[in-house]
């Protein structure tokens, strides 16, 4: 779950010159930190994407996780992602979620694989940082769109197969050495400090520093008790903001 911020990016004046693991350097980058199994990371995802889109420019994304599992010893309850999926869909038709309609058996029960998965495509022999990007993007569709089970390995790599820009190949070889654990670990300890406010946050290295943008939103009671996600206002105006502020490379 992310908790409530407010709508716009809002720049810091003076953007920090040492990243401490926290952004990449890359002035043209967007670091987001956030679990796949995050609805809310999802929506914010695909507003840039389409922002990005609609602006005719390319968008580089940097994947570090925030990874909810960890953080809170369990699973994700899906009828908190249930809950999240009906408020935001509702909202936002044209992410084309629905409600898991595979068994109920198949039910993903983790996002480490996909998360390691997404780290693992980073790296220059599988495709780098656009394919890492893409997996991502296909990932997070498979599971809020198509009630595919993204904890498993055979499933994670049928997804990547159908990204362009990622060889199949290369991260099935990666993932048996076991690439992207050690950057989940690593990333939890950067989240686990005061930065990194939850899933989703997003820096840049001119000063970008945003949790959750453009949601305004309440739980009416406990989600692990009954309450409901009370999605009143979306604003995609931060995405905008957003992608201003970034230094485009010259094509």
């Known amino acids: 779950m992310a908790t409530q911020v407010e709508p716009g990016t809002r720049p810091t004046p003076d953007a920090p010159q040492s990243t401490d693991g926290l952004f990449s350097p890359d002035l043209g980058t967007v670091t987001v930190w956030s679990d796949i199994g995050c609805p809310w990371a999802t929506l914010a995802l695909h507003t840039l994407h389409a922002a990005a889109r609609r602006r005719g420019e390319q968008l580089l994304v940097d994947h570090r996780v925030f990874p909810l599992e960890l953080f809170n010893r369990q699973s994700t309850p899906k009828p908190i992602i249930d809950a999240e999926i009906v408020a935001i869909g ?30 693992a495509a980073k790296a220059p022999a599988v495709g780098g940082l656009a394919a890492s990007d893409e997996l991502d993007t296909a990932l997070r569709r498979a599971f809020y769109a198509q009630g595919r089970c993204i904890s498993v390995p055979s499933e994670i790599l049928d997804v990547a197969a159908e990204c362009e820009s990622v060889d199949e190949a290369a991260l099935a070889e990666a993932l048996e050495r076991g690439a992207g654990r050690a950057e989940i670990y ?26 959750n943008p453009g949601a305004t939103y309440r739980w009416t009671g406990d989600p692990y008790d009954g309450g409901f996600p009370d999605f009143t206002a979306y604003s995609e105006a931060w995405a905008e903001e957003l992608l201003d502020s970034l230094q485009q490379k010259p094509s």
């Open 90 to 119: 509702a909202k936002a038709p044209e992410l084309g979620w629905r409600l898991w309609s595979s068994p109920e058996w198949s039910y993903p029960v983790t996002t480490l694989p996909a998360m390691e998965a997404v780290q």
């Open 186 to 211: 690593r990333d939890f300890a950067v989240a686990s400090g005061p930065r990194v406010q939850g899933s989703p946050h997003m820096f840049t290295a001119a000063g970008v520093d945003v949790h």
